[in-house]
């Protein structure tokens, strides 16, 4: 039976909660089970440790969790994936998925800028071993490499939020798997399996949690690749607490209704910026003509550049807050060159097309006319 996503956001993971005798999901909260065969755990390990899932007993919390694995299989079915791997952060989930890329001797990663800052200085720096080259989307099938495992794209990207044509670079990518971040777009704008991408990341934190209160990332994939990630995991040590999976599964369920109600707003804060001449410059995939036809709105954040000084404009605020993250019911305002892309050098800020004096606004859940009113006071 063909069912809409929002039915899907409210019962995906909880599908046997009737026959368990319990209306919302249990929270598994042991570090350790009971293994009470040894010859018979010791052939469980060696399974867990390939990144598979066997049947019993979990053993312990790193290796397998019941509450972590019904969330995954919320966010798998909501990407349109076969399985979900979900982790203690936004990062920790990318590094897996670098760790895992790298496990075939495949370290060359081709990459789209801009990306979020700290995905960008992992890459840069290579901390994990891996080698990166920065490309244009036209220029990936020129600069692929033998040891070339992934490509890695932000679409839409933070903080420009300018769009990359998913399938477009799955067909310059050929047989190397591309990467999605796909957090600023969400599985209710965005499923970029569906467009040629291999993996979907996301830093859960953000509007899949969706209430600022929560620290987590998941990768949507194919079931080999989770196998891998998984025991990336166990290895390291990066699982989801119980009790923040437990959370991010309960906010899938409000997921939709947050996400459109937050891209109608920001549409309309960007119509009203984008005739201010009090602002230089407004980035919104919504006000883009040419765009590739693979979200269903312009989504939730507005970037823009004002003319005046922009601390003026982040210390003026009052109702909006000024905070790093996006995605939540409240809004937030931050400045990328100071704050998440620091990190990043000015010389490959201006060349990923982030101005320094650019501000990026994340749209709640409050009403138009009172953030516009808060940014029109802010605007001097």
Known sequence: MSI????????????DLADLGVHVPPIDLSTTYPAVDSSAEAERMDQ??????????????RLHNPTVVRCEKAVAELEHAEAAVAFASGMAATSACLLASAMGGKRHILAVRPVYGGTDLLLNTGLLGTEVTWVQPDEIAGALRPDTGLVVIETPANPTLGEVSIADVAKEAGDVPVMVDNTLATPVLQNPLDHGASVVVHSATK????????????VACGEEFAQKLR???IATGGILHPMAAYMLHRGLATLPIRVERMASTAADLAQRLSGDPRVAAVHYPGLNADRPEQMASGGTLVSFVP??????????VELITPA??????????QHPASLTHHVVSEDDRHAGGIDDKLLRLSVGLESADDLWADLDRALG
């Open 4 to 15: 809409d996503f929002s039915t899907r956001a409210v019962h995906a993971g909880r599908e």
């Open 324 to 333: 790093v993250s996006l995605g939540s019911v409240d809004s937030l305002i």
């Open 207 to 218: 509007a899949l949690g969706g209430y600022g209160d929560i620290v987590a990332g998941v």
């Open 307 to 316: 003319v005046g000084d922009h601390d003026e404009v982040v210390k003026k």
């Open 231 to 233: 025991s990336v995991r």
């Open 48 to 61: 867990f440790a390939s990144g598979k899932q066997p049947e019993g007993s979990p053993i312990y919390q």
